[in-house]
């Protein structure tokens, strides 16, 4: 029996959902009927909506999708000034300020605390300059990600960008495509490095060539059902297809029906593709593809370039291979550079935001790009002012040469607004990474190493992925219950993309740190020569870094042991739940309880 | 912990007719956002990350069980009581699992108004069927 969701699904669903958001927003969030609120708030979500959570009701989370990543000149001052004035709640963050966005690991934007009324002139202003909130949540095709430098990118093997916009116009408001059992994440990848990430992605397009009637062609080959959520983690499977890139947006339409009419959609637990590829295999898969899905015969796959892959795949920078992300001063093809900058958390201020807008453009094209480590990338810099924009004050905080704990560290949004998670997370990576780089000495050579803290299992944060994988837990502490994690060990994408072991369970949030700190240390030891920090973990089986070094209480200190979720905000000076000001009206004043 | 198995929320209605009047309720429970939390008529009432105190759980021999929860995986209701089957994990001793059937509250017949238990307290899951049996 189909779910709940399918019925309000069936009921109303994508792009028809908008006349009522307009008709919600004039009314007041009162115009919502109470016992309709759920099935609402599912469906806003196709429009990037996503209601917070309890005790921040009447608030919502936005997201817009940036395909790619890709901001062009004048949208990155236009979501800068949205959430300056729109992205603005009753209480602060004391790390953040009172409005922020936060780039996400899709390449997409955030933004919080957005109220219901505001929604339509917040619609225009996106709007007039080309950004979008649509299908950036829900079940359909979700932000296209790819190589962030797209175009740009002296390892390219073919330009990605083309091909993810494309897919974006062909998918993006396509009726046929826009009700889909679960949400649809795609990757378009044309780097020699991998950074496309299409490992962990739904559907991948992964750089390839074949012989194709006795010529060289360019192309990708295509990998269905990875994806790193709840603790069912999975690398996408070949499917033993290539495609040019003029044929990936039919590949992508019969690949995404197959999944519209084959999906589960009475468990939405079991919905996911990856689920769907467990059960029938690559091989049928691509079967019931070409039979149900495709005119004429796929194409087997060409010859990859996963050997050559470099993003996140566990090296040092300095090691003369590809980039391990896109932090730091890179030459583009036409002689101009492209300038990564390390944002701690992916959280920058609106003011922050729009200084970098005013200095894209004062020294750029104006093109900004997000990446999948949370970052941000001013594009097209020219050679001569290349010094002039790095001596910019933002560059101080938001740097192109960070140290290397600030550069590895990602967090999702955690107990702050979501109610999937189980701990807070931003202000505490903040505080994890501040503290590892006064604290930890870098063993030479390492230059990479990536902390990913993600709140709960499904795994925004990509923590199976990383060098240290921190996932939400709880634990008690001399009797009391405080936020904790788990910790997993050796994960990484490359040529050999491995997910992390989970080797330290419920370890207090306020000994992490000392556990991170014995652990490079125990690897500065008895590291063999020049060997990374992955290396090093792979060499030792689960039972040996299982009890490698011991959690450890240090000056660290933790604000957020408490039940965060128990708050109606974390950081409010009376945060208990019974305090909060939601719902609110559309000025921002609490509306009289029913009670 | 596997993939959760089918949970559509069920809807309660319960109909009186007294003297030709129809006197309604109406108890409309989901578990929404891959399970992390449980709506009761259209409310946010219980969420994921609560640490719940189980006594005679199947899920490890701790006593109690200090049961981190997870996920709500099935949600039921039956005469405005609201219960549940939760995925999480014994933070005593680190096994995971469901628990079977767990009261999360009542919601009142008349206003519908959803009084949560408290899980700190101690809970037994699938309660009523565990007390009727022979120790």
Redesign the interface.
């Known amino acids: 029996?189909?779910?709940?969701?399918e019925g309000w699904k069936d009921e109303a669903y994508g792009n028809e959902v908008r006349e009522r958001i307009y008709e919600f927003a004039e009314e007041g969030w009162e115009s919502i009927p109470?016992?309709?609120?759920?099935a609402w708030f599912?469906r806003f979500k196709w429009w990037g909506l996503y209601h917070q959570?309890?005790g921040q009701?009447s608030y919502f989370m936005m997201r817009i999708g940036t395909p790619n990543g890709v901001l062009e000149p004048g949208q990155l001052e236009v979501v800068a000034d949205v959430a300056d004035e729109f992205a603005r709640g009753p209480a602060d963050n004391p790390e953040f300020g009172g409005a922020v966005c936060d780039w996400t690991t899709r390449q997409s934007i955030q933004l919080h605390w957005i109220k219901l009324e505001d929604i339509p002139e917040i619609w225009d202003r996106l709007e007039s300059v080309g950004l979008s909130t649509q299908q950036a949540c829900g079940d359909s095709w979700r932000n296209i990600v790819g190589c962030p430098v797209a175009g740009k990118d002296k390892n390219e093997f073919i330009d990605a960008w083309p091909v993810a916009e494309e897919l974006n116009e062909t998918f993006k408001g396509n009726d046929d495509y826009a009700n889909l059992p679960r949400k649809w994440k795609v990757s378009v990848t044309g780097c020699s490095e991998g950074c496309g990430q299409g490992d962990i992605n739904d559907l991948a397009f992964e750089p390839a060539v074949k012989i194709i009637d006795g010529e060289e062609t360019k192309g990708f080959n295509i990998r269905v059902g990875g994806g790193l959520?709840?603790?069912?983690p999975r690398l996408a499977r070949s499917i033993d297809v290539f495609v040019t890139p003029e044929e990936a947006p039919d590949i992508a339409a019969s690949c995404s029906a197959l999944f519209r009419e084959h999906g589960d959609r009475?468990?939405?637990?079991?919905a996911r593709i990856k689920?769907l590829v467990d059960e029938w295999g690559a091989e049928k898969f691509r079967r019931v593809l070409e039979e149900e899905f495709v005119d004429g015969e796929l194409r087997t796959a060409g010859e990859d370039l996963r050997d050559e892959y470099t993003y996140n795949a566990g090296h040092n920078h300095d090691d003369g291979e590809g980039h391990a992300d896109h932090v730091g001063v890179h030459e583009q093809p036409d002689g101009n550079y492209y300038v990564g900058l390390s944002v701690l958390v992916g959280r920058m201020s609106a003011e922050e935001t729009r200084e970098l807008a005013h200095l894209a453009d004062e020294y750029g094209s104006g093109e900004v790009r997000l990446t999948q480590r949370q970052n941000i990338i001013v594009t097209d810099v020219d050679s001569d002012r290349i010094d002039g924009f790095l001596e910019e004050d933002l560059l101080e905080y938001h740097s192109p040469e960070p140290g290397v704990f600030m550069r590895g560290s990602i967090a999702c949004t955690g107990?702050e607004y979501c109610?999937?998670?189980?701990?807070e997370t931003k202000n505490r990576m903040v505080r994890y990474g501040r503290w590892m780089q006064d604290n930890i000495d870098v063993p030479e050579g390492m230059t990479n190493f990536h902390t990913h803290l993600s709140g709960?299992?499904?795994s925004c944060a990509q923590p199976q992925i990383a060098d240290i994988s921190l996932r939400g837990?709880?634990?008690?502490k001399d009797g009391e219950?405080v936020e904790?994690f788990d910790i997993g060990l050796g994960g990484g994408l490359g040529e050999n993309p491995q997910f992390a072991d989970w080797v330290e369970?419920?370890v207090a949030a306020d000994e992490v740190p000392g556990y991170i700190r014995n652990l490079v240390e125990f690897f500065a030891e008895a590291r063999e020569d020049g060997e990374s920090f992955r290396a090093f973990i792979a060499r030792h089986d689960e039972e040996a870094l299982n009890g490698l070094v011991e959690p450890e209480e240090t000056s660290y200190t933790d604000p957020y042991m408490h039940?965060t979720?128990m708050t109606w905000y974390p950081y409010a000076e009376d945060d208990d739940m019974g305090s909060s000001p939601a719902p609110t009206n559309g000025q921002g004043e609490p509306l009289p309880s029913d009670? | 912990?596997?993939?959760?198995?089918?949970?559509?929320?069920r809807r309660e209605r319960r109909v009186y007719a007294r003297r030709g009047v129809l006197v309604g309720m109406v108890t409309?429970i989901?578990q929404?956002?891959?399970?992390?939390?449980v709506?009761v008529?259209?409310?946010?009432e219980v969420?994921?990350?609560?640490?719940w105190q189980l006594a005679r759980s199947d899920i490890c021999d701790c006593d109690p069980t200090?049961f981190?929860a997870?996920?709500f995986?099935e949600v039921s209701v039956a005469c405005g009581r609201v219960e549940a089957r939760i995925a999480g994990q014994c933070?005593g001793c680190?096994t995971d699992g469901v628990t079977d059937w767990l009261e999360l509250g009542r919601a009142d017949p008349d206003t519908g108004?959803f009084r949560s238990v408290v899980p700190s307290s101690v809970h037994v899951p699938d309660r009523r069927r565990r007390l009727a049996a022979k120790e």
């Open positions: 029996m189909p779910t709940k969701v109470d016992d309709e609120h759920d599912e959570r309890k009701e959520s709840r603790k069912e009475d468990d939405r637990f079991n689920f107990t109610s999937l998670s189980i701990v709960c299992t499904a837990m709880k634990t008690r219950p904790a369970m419920r039940n979720k009670d | 912990m596997g993939p959760y198995p089918a949970s559509p929320g409309s989901h929404l956002d891959d399970g992390a939390w709506s008529n259209d409310s946010r969420n994921v990350s609560d640490l200090d981190l997870e996920g995986v933070i680190g108004a």
